[in-house]
């Protein structure tokens, strides 16, 4: 890169890679600071691959680039979840009414190496890895690094928090007086173990999302393209059930023929695996503002998980990252390219990060207790049938978290009317069905939605 930094990014993580991406097109100077050695070298983190689901918000914001081919060369299609009971056959329940869309399955590993790479491909983009932010003045706007050649510092007129759950830009706006944050541990933790490929391929179905339901607790899988599955166990921080309380190789062994036993003879590292993976924290965090004018003209930002983390029960949290990085470029554009300006704009996408840090919530008892219910599967069976009979009209929430780009907030108002429309349907046997038909029609006429795919 000529020239000095148009704008710093703290992170080279998944949005702060597609950041740089987009910001180097609008000819911004880029200069992003990375923690880690670079992880294309290095590999990731042991028991911390994860898997995402990415789905259409992601991906439009990747296919904004011309990278939604490079990155989905890597995943896998899940067209719907495969529900495992402790005895008994396996359900699979399609996400969407024709059952065609499919959510993929992709490691955060490869994803974050696709974006470094065509971040590093850009000549107005350096990457400094190895620059871990301990400080940031705003007085000065000095932002200083750790790194093994000892401090270095840098600043830039505007800095963009990228780094993720625990952002040390956040805290230090903290710190220092400019954001307020808020962080809710939820007193669950995770821990990932891996399904090896069998001598024929994948030892169960890659079209879907593996979910074994227990109620208190469950563990998901997700297909990888050397078919293997990543498991992921989410279960109470304390009690019984909980990560804790098996502390020998006999008891885990014993629990996972208990609970998971069609899976348990396809984990031969299991006791391994749990021993040496760490139990991850799971969390939401809310932070305002998410910017603050410092120093004359200069600009902090933040983005992504750093300014609105939220619980991987909805698997939208790097969806919704790289979603804000297209409505930043929005804003951009709305505010003639004057960052604070932009910035300010940017608040407003408060109202869809808060709704689907509630959605995600709301998902994890979903998943973990209801998907096994049989009232469960009526309702599905039913919103299916909705969607068919009335396209465009009638759309499932998963369908337009997942398979649209409609704001988050759109989608909780417009899911609220959907369930006073059921509660209209519902009411058929009581009020008759030309009144019921009546009150449909107007609650239809309130609603319609675009098609999956289109903002
Ligand atoms: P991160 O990915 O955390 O990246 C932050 C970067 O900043 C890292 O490279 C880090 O090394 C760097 N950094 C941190 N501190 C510093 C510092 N002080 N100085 C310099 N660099 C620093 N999302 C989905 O969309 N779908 C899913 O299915 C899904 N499943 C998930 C499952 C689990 C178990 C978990 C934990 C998360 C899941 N997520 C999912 C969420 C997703 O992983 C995050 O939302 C996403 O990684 C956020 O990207 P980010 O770039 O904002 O933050």
Redesign the pocket.
């Known amino acids: 890169m000529t020239g000095s930094p148009s704008v710093a990014i703290?992170?080279?993580?998944?949005?702060?890679c597609l950041l740089a991406c987009y910001l180097a097109r609008r000819g911004e100077r880029v200069i992003v600071?990375?923690?880690?050695a670079d992880p294309r070298l290095t590999g990731p983190e042991q028991g911390r691959s994860?898997?995402?689901?990415?789905?259409e918000r992601?991906i439009a914001a990747l296919r904004g680039i011309g990278l939604e081919d490079a990155v989905l060369a890597d995943a896998l299609p899940m067209r719907g979840r495969m529900i495992h009971p402790v005895a008994g056959e396996l359900d699979f329940q399609p996400y969407s009414a024709e059952g065609t869309l499919a959510i993929n399955s992709i490691s955060?590993g490869a994803l974050?190496n696709v974006l470094l790479t065509a971040a590093h491909a850009r000549p107005n983009i350096e990457i400094r890895f190895s620059?871990?932010?301990?400080r940031f003045d705003p007085a000065s706007g000095e932002l200083r690094?750790s790194t093994p050649d000892g401090v270095r510092t840098g600043s830039a007129p505007v800095v963009i928090g990228?780094?993720?759950?625990?952002?040390?830009v956040r805290g230090e706006l903290v710190r220092h007086g400019l954001s307020s944050e808020t962080v809710d541990l939820l007193d669950y933790g995770?821990k990932e173990l891996t399904v090896p490929a069998g001598s024929g391929g994948f030892v169960v179905d890659e079209g879907a999302l593996h979910i074994w339901p227990r109620g208190r607790s469950m563990m998901i899988a997700l297909p990888n393209p050397d078919r293997s599955f990543t498991c992921?166990l989410f279960w109470p921080d304390s009690g019984a059930g909980s990560f804790a309380a098996l502390d020998t190789p006999t008891a885990i062994r014993a629990c996972f023929r208990e609970n998971y036993p069609d899976v348990e003879p396809y984990l031969p590292e299991l006791v391994t695996d749990y021993q040496r993976n760490p139990v991850?924290v799971?969390g939401t965090v809310r932070c305002a503002p998410w910017h603050a004018v410092v120093a004359g003209a200069r600009v902090v930002g933040l983005?992504?998980?750093?300014a609105h983390?939220?619980v991987?029960f909805y698997?939208?949290?790097?969806?919704?990252?790289f979603e804000d990085v297209v409505v930043l470029e929005d804003c951009l554009d709305a505010a003639g390219g004057d960052w604070p300006a932009a910035l300010a704009l940017f608040e407003r996408r408060r109202t869809d990060t808060e709704a689907i840090a509630s959605m995600a919530l709301a998902n994890f008892v979903e998943m973990r207790d209801k998907v096994a219910s049989p009232l469960f599967k009526l309702g599905k069976t039913v919103e299916h049938a909705l969607e068919r009979a009335l396209p465009g009209r009638y759309v499932s929430r998963y369908e337009l978290v997942s398979f649209s780009t409609v704001p988050y907030g759109a989608v909780r108002r417009r899911v609220r009317r959907q369930h006073q429309l059921l509660g209209v349907l519902g009411a058929i046997g009581a009020f008759g069905l030309l009144g019921a038909l009546g009150a449909l029609l107007r609650v239809l006429a309130r609603a319609r939605v675009p098609r999956p795919g289109r903002r």
């Open positions: 703290v992170g080279a993580g998944l949005t702060g600071y990375e923690r880690r994860i898997n995402l689901a990415l789905s992601g955060r974050n620059h871990r932010l301990d690094f990228a780094d993720g759950a625990r952002s040390a995770y992921t991850g799971l983005l992504g998980d750093a983390a939220i991987p698997g939208q949290g790097a969806n919704c990252a």
